[in-house]
């Protein structure tokens, strides 16, 4: 079960038969902010995601994790990791969590902080290929070529997109990623 379907079904055992039990009106904020998210509309599920937060107490790690990606769409990359660091500490095996935080450090420019983030979601996750791939890019961006072709050769070896990865890895050397 993904950190999703753990939410939702957190959430649907908080239920009870009351038609204003918090629990509730929080799933259903959350199901629709993560409509909102999915067609793009980030500030609205920033505002679902948070409304749904305030009413359901103990909530799982998931919640933060997608209000922190909702967030780093629209740019707030420092609250975005506020809610990483939050989903991370509640949830400290979360590959996707490290991944996601260690992308907001990489748009901010801290590039040991993005590349530790990375590491560690390959620790929790040894085949993640876009962990690998997003390393190569800040080993890129800090010239370091050695390390960059040797997560570059694993991303591939574990089946990424080698169209994307090529897109990804010039922009890197051309300096427009971030």
């Not at 038609?19 to 199901?31: H, M, Q, T």
């Not at 050769?153 to 971030?178: K, M």
């Amino acid at each position: 079960m993904n950190p999703l379907e753990r939410l939702i079904a957190w959430l649907r055992d908080q239920r009870s038969d009351a038609a204003s039990d918090p629990a509730i009106d929080a799933l259903r904020r959350f199901e629709r902010g993560t409509a909102a998210a999915q067609s793009g509309n980030h500030r609205e599920a920033i505002k679902l995601f948070s409304q749904a937060l305030e009413r359901a107490p103990n909530v799982p790690a998931a919640m933060y994790h997608h209000r922190g990606a909702a967030l780093a769409e629209v740019g707030k990359l420092a609250e975005a990791i506020h809610d990483y660091d939050r989903a991370i500490q509640m949830e400290p095996g979360s590959p996707d969590a490290y991944l996601d935080r260690g992308n907001a450090y990489h748009a901010l420019g801290e590039h040991r902080k993005a590349l530790r983030d990375y590491s560690e979601a390959i620790r929790l996750q040894p085949n993640f290929a876009e962990a690998y791939a997003n390393k190569a890019v800040v080993h890129i961006e800090v010239g370091e070529d050695d390390a960059a072709r040797d997560n570059e050769d694993r991303a591939r070896s574990l089946g990424i997109d080698p169209t994307a990865l090529e897109r990804l890895l010039a922009a890197a050397r051309e300096g427009r990623v971030r």
